[in-house]
């Protein structure tokens, strides 16, 4: 157990916090400036580290955190001063005259609790918004990525604002004495076990909290689908980091009549993505540690291997894999997979599909492959989930303009761009009230007639 005063580190923070100098859109912009500089100066740093905890490449890395960061940074800085302006909204006759605005204050100190599969996007991302928000945090980093975990406790310092932001490593105990702390705002980003940890820790002092959680994100394939395109976007959003993404398709819905083709086509796209021998691939990924290795090795046993399969403990490499025959009680569709095998299964009609996905928990990500417009519309019309793309998959989080986050089980809690804003701030309703005019009707004692409820509620 460490032996940091985090009760120290969060008053340092809220005494800078409550001097105001954060609240300035010259300071957010000099904050989102440093951090965009660091994402630049030392993308090889990043490299590097990505490699080493996952094995990401360097396209994968840009794509999702290297590369993605430095232009999450960069639309905040476009947006920022929009985002900050007051809104006005009109106000009831009876208060006239007077102008009515909604400003948006900063909550405080914020609490980041990231994870490890993108542990640079789950921890800077929310970093982005706090800072647009004119806050001060603190970044709790995943210690199963650890060497990414250490490259940021090192940069944050270096290039951020040291009163405002610490970076703490550890994992489970120190992030239980993290949240005995109290916060203006927690984010947390992991699975939904320690999810209710922490909305439990944050509930005794009220505070606000986001829950970036997982699911299992239904995948369906109809018959009216481009399968040439489905298969490959299915194949790239589930392989992607050895299939550890929460956006990730977690399982395929196809229809009967296109069952056969689709799975012949997904299978050589594996091979063409990965080759004969994926162990090889540059492009393929690893499992981030032994207890998922054999979490997921377990899983293959609930169907039938239709390709794939092959795996490696020492390596921590499970190939990209295929289960067909997949009962719906099997594990594999009881918990989320979050690695790479994509169990698919057979459905005969739209309404199999909406009885299938609302019997079940509403899932972070749900993905249509659809040409007929009126079988995707059913199908959004009559489910829920956080986020969904049409002829896509998982790529939606990169959309800097669209609200991110689950809803029920997958988590509460929107961000990005200014859904993050938001987030990260109060909106605070102001009156500003002349004196000029002050109406006696509305101050007792009341002569009882009807000026004032008709002005308030006009008949
Ligand atoms: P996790 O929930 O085990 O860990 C997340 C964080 O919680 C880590 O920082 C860890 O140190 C801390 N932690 C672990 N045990 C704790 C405890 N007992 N008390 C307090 N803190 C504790 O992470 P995981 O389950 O390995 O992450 C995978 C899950 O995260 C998947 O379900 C995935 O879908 C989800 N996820 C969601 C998103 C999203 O943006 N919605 C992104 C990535 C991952």
């Not at 905890?53 to 590369?67: I, Y």
């Not at 914020?110 to 945090?137: C, F, H, K, Q």
């Not at 980003?189 to 986001?210: E, R």
């Not at 809803?407 to 809690?413: C, I």
């Amino acid at each position: 157990m460490s032996t940091v005063d985090y009760g120290a580190i969060v008053s340092r923070h809220r005494q800078y916090f409550l001097t105001g100098v954060t609240r300035s859109a010259e300071w957010r912009e000099s904050q989102l400036i440093a951090l965009r500089t660091m994402m630049q100066d030392r993308a090889e740093d990043f490299y590097d580290a990505l490699w080493t905890d996952l094995r990401r490449n360097r396209t994968d890395a840009d794509l999702t955190d290297v590369k993605c960061m430095t232009s999450e940074a960069e639309h905040a800085l476009t947006h920022l001063r929009k985002w900050m302006a007051p809104q006005s909204v009109s106000t009831p006759l009876f208060l006239a005259p007077s102008h009515t605005q909604v400003r948006f204050d900063p909550l405080g100190v914020g609490l980041i609790i990231g994870t490890w599969n993108y542990p640079v996007m789950l921890t800077l991302s929310p970093l982005i918004a706090a800072i647009s928000g004119g806050n001060t945090a603190v970044i709790k980093l995943s210690e199963m990525s650890a060497a990414t975990a250490n490259l940021i406790a090192r940069l944050i310092p270096e290039y951020l604002d040291r009163e405002a932001f610490s970076v703490v490593q550890g994992a489970a105990p120190e992030t239980t004495a993290l949240l005995e702390q109290q916060w203006d705002h927690i984010f947390f980003t992991g699975g939904a076990t320690v999810g209710k940890i922490v909305m439990t820790a944050a509930a005794k002092n009220l505070t606000p909290v986001v829950l970036e959680l997982g699911g299992k994100s239904p995948t369906i394939v109809h018959s009216s689908a481009n399968l040439q395109v489905a298969v490959r976007r299915i194949a790239q959003g589930r392989w992607q980091n050895a299939g550890q993404t929460c956006t990730a398709a977690d399982y395929v819905l196809v229809f009967k009549d296109v069952a056969q083709a689709f799975l012949r086509q997904l299978k050589e796209t594996v091979l063409h993505y990965y080759g004969e021998d994926p162990q090889q691939s540059p492009d393929f990924g690893r499992i981030v540690n032994v207890r998922h290795f054999d979490r997921l090795t377990a899983l293959l046993e609930s169907g039938t291997i239709y390709h794939g399969g092959q795996h490696d403990r020492d390596d921590r490499f499970i190939a990209p894999t295929i289960l067909v025959n997949v009962s719906p009680d099997s594990p594999a569709m009881q918990e989320e997979i979050f690695g790479p095998i994509l169990p698919v299964l057979e459905v005969d009609s739209v309404r199999d599909v909406i009885n299938f996905i609302n019997a079940r928990s509403s899932p972070l990500g749900l993905y249509i492959f659809a040409e007929d417009h009126r079988v995707t519309e059913q199908i959004l019309e009559s489910t829920t989930s956080g986020d969904a793309a049409v002829n896509d998959c998982a790529v939606q989080p990169l959309i800097h303009d669209l609200p991110f986050g689950g809803v029920g089980n997958s988590g509460m809690g929107k961000y990005h761009g200014e859904w993050g804003f938001r987030t990260y701030t109060n909106a605070r309703g102001v009156l500003y009230h002349s004196t000029r005019i002050d109406l006696g009707v509305r101050y007792p004692p009341y002569d009882h007639n009807q000026i004032l409820r008709e002005l308030v509620v006009p008949s």
